[in-house]
């Protein structure tokens, strides 16, 4: 697919726009704002993860750069999340896998999986962009993007040669939603739609299954695990089925008092909240995707009782399960 022309206006720069924080640009992450002194260029105040954030705190609309760093722990929201590198690459542990996104590419993702970024190298900063999910659905895209996004894949594409165009994109959109002008953002909206109708269709008519070996999508590369991530991965592939400490701890031949110490060291969070978020995560998708009871949605995520399921979402959510389904699935049809 050719890229865009080198005339685009997405590659002139809008000196004119303020870059004053808007409320919304204020949501973006901590210090991820945009500065311009009078009669200089812009300047970034790079934006970083707080592991103290609530898991699904919303960010709303945002497009700003982060600085890369090793996140303490998962980070769970229910928004698209579109990352770009243009130099380096990242590596990200996403629902129990290890996935490298390499210089140049687009990743997308649907981020109420539990995403971490846990290495970084020849970069020094990357853009983030969140989409809030009802929005996402309504663009009515192809299903080669949606469905696999929904299903917890990770999906990377970008112009071969041509990170500069994607990197003067996000720029121009952060600008945008930073100014607080209605019709600027107006047109940052109707922009990211259009590069996501072009990502889909970069995108393979089939996503391959998880586990599937080399029939994995090539755009992402997978790198060995150590112990805490073989757990995560382990727990990943196996949290709708009966599952215990010991079960994970002998999964990777580990006792379960060192595991569960491990495993809090290196992801800052307990092995039974980790298995309690994958599966909220996959409620979530059987929720928006499926037509299930809700006693069987619970049932098919691992959880052994409807009320302990009403708790655990609501507590993860903010809502009950019903509320989600009525609120999302709409635009899913």
Same mark, same amino acid.
């Given at each position: ?58 960010? &709303? ?38 996935? @490298?996104?390499?210089? &140049? ?39 080669? #993007? ?18 500069? #165009? ?46 599937? &070996? ?57 092995? @039974? ?14 929720? @928006?995707?499926?037509? #299930? ?24 959510? &903010? ?15």
């Amino acid at each position: 697919m050719g890229s865009l022309p080198e005339s685009s206006s997405l590659i002139a720069p809008r000196p004119r726009v303020s870059t004053r924080p808007s409320k919304m640009a204020g949501r973006l992450t901590k210090g991820a704002v945009i500065e311009r002194p009078l009669g200089g260029e812009a300047r970034w105040r790079l934006g970083e993860f707080d592991p103290k954030r609530a898991d699904f705190a919303p960010y &709303g609309f945002t497009c700003t750069r982060w600085s890369p760093r090793r996140m303490a722990r998962p980070d769970r929201h229910n928004e698209v999340e579109l990352n770009f590198v243009g130099e380096g690459s990242l590596t990200y542990l996403l629902g129990g896998r290890r996935l @490298v996104v390499e210089a &140049g590419q687009l990743a997308v993702f649907w981020a109420a999986i539990p995403h971490q970024l846990i290495e970084f190298e020849g970069t020094q900063h990357y853009f983030v962009v969140t989409i809030p999910l009802d929005w996402f659905l309504r663009r009515r895209l192809p299903d080669r #993007l949606v469905q696999p996004l929904l299903q917890g894949q990770l999906i990377c594409a970008g112009f071969p040669g041509r990170w500069d #165009l994607e990197e003067a994109r996000l720029t121009s959109w952060a600008i945008d939603l930073a100014s607080g002008d209605a019709d600027l953002m107006r047109a940052m909206h109707l922009e990211l739609e259009a590069r996501l109708l072009r990502f889909a269709f970069q995108c393979p008519e089939r996503i391959p299954e998880v586990g599937g &070996g080399s029939r994995r999508l090539p755009i992402v590369r997978e790198g060995g695990m150590d112990k805490a991530e073989q757990m995560a991965r382990h727990i990943a592939l196996s949290c709708t089925e009966p599952l215990t400490v010991q079960a994970v701890a002998e999964a990777v031949h580990l006792h379960p008092r060192f595991a569960m110490g491990l495993f809090h060291r290196v992801f800052g969070t307990t092995l @039974v909240n980790y298995v309690t978020q994958h599966r909220i995560s996959h409620a979530q998708r059987l929720l @928006v995707t499926t037509d #299930l009871r809700i006693v069987d949605v619970g049932a098919a995520s691992g959880f052994g009782s409807l009320s302990r399921f009403n708790i655990a979402f609501r507590r993860a959510c &903010g809502c009950s399960p019903r509320d989600y389904r009525r609120i999302h699935r709409a635009q899913v049809q």
